[in-house]
């Protein structure tokens, strides 16, 4: 396809590829980063676009808007659909989390037991009967400053949050993500993060994901460690108003 939106993305896309490659080699880094691209708010046209151009990873924060979007790529696309892993970013109200087991491929947003009992029990549910459904990998979202109404888990409550996930059947715990307070520099929110992503790796070893960085800070989440950036405006432009 080459209308002039995927010309536009596809730019974007190599942009910020290149800002990924100078921020891993300024960091001294060998490693890759997993780029989520977040297309929320976005209409399913781009999300075709992104999928026709090799984007593996999309990101979605809102649970109705993402499964709509989902429904709507595996009918009308059903060979693309089978490439794209679906992220879940965004807050999850408790009651909601079955559903979402129910489509995402990966989820970055998990901050209570309540939501990680949801997703197990959404995920044990599309399992039965098959045995192939594979678990479901997911994050913890640490709430750096405590103020858990933007979403996260304290760090106080971390450790006992991912003992209990590490024993759920149908889930994997794969790692912690973080979205910096609006108050102070970025640098050192990440830094912050990344001693707790340590500390979450040492008692979990499977747990070694730590998802940082967003269009307008992926240079020091990269040079804090970050092994996954969520890049939405850098790459499809300002999200339209609803
Ligand atoms: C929207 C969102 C992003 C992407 O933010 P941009 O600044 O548009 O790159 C990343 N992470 C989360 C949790 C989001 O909700």
Redesign the pocket.
């Known amino acids: 396809m080459s209308d002039p939106r995927s010309e536009e993305l596809a730019a974007r896309l190599a942009e910020t590829r290149d800002r990924l490659d100078a921020a891993l080699a300024a960091a001294g880094r060998t490693d890759e980063v997993d780029l989520?691209v977040?297309t929320?708010?976005h209409p399913v046209d781009d999300v075709t676009r992104l999928a026709r151009l090799g984007v593996r990873d999309l990101?979605e924060?809102r649970v109705q808007e993402a499964a709509a979007k989902v429904a709507d790529l595996s009918a009308a696309e059903p060979g693309l659909a089978a490439g794209v892993r679906w992220n879940m970013?965004?807050h999850i109200q408790s009651k909601k989390a079955a559903a979402v087991a129910g489509w995402a491929d990966r989820v970055?947003?998990v901050d209570s037991v309540r939501v990680a009992d949801g997703l197990e029990k959404g995920r044990a549910r599309a399992a039965a009967g098959r045995d192939d459904a594979p678990v479901l990998p997911v994050l913890l979202?640490l709430s750096l400053d405590g103020d858990t109404t933007r979403?996260g888990v304290t760090r106080e409550d971390l450790p006992g949050l991912a003992d209990h996930v590490a024993a759920l059947e149908h889930l994997r715990l794969a790692g912690l993500?973080v979205?910096p307070p609006l108050e102070g520099a970025p640098a050192a929110h990440f830094a912050d993060a990344a001693e707790v992503a340590r500390a979450l790796r040492r008692d979990h070893p499977g747990a070694g994901q730590f998802?940082a960085?967003?269009?307008?800070?992926?240079e020091p989440a990269i040079a804090a460690g970050s092994t996954c950036?969520?890049?939405?405006?850098?790459?499809?432009g300002p999200?339209p108003v609803i």
């Not at 960085?213 to 992926?218: I, T």
């Open positions: 989520v977040v929320k708010f990101g924060n970013i965004g970055h947003s979202q979403g993500m979205v998802s960085g967003m269009s307008g800070d992926l950036v969520r890049v939405g405006t850098a790459i499809l999200r």
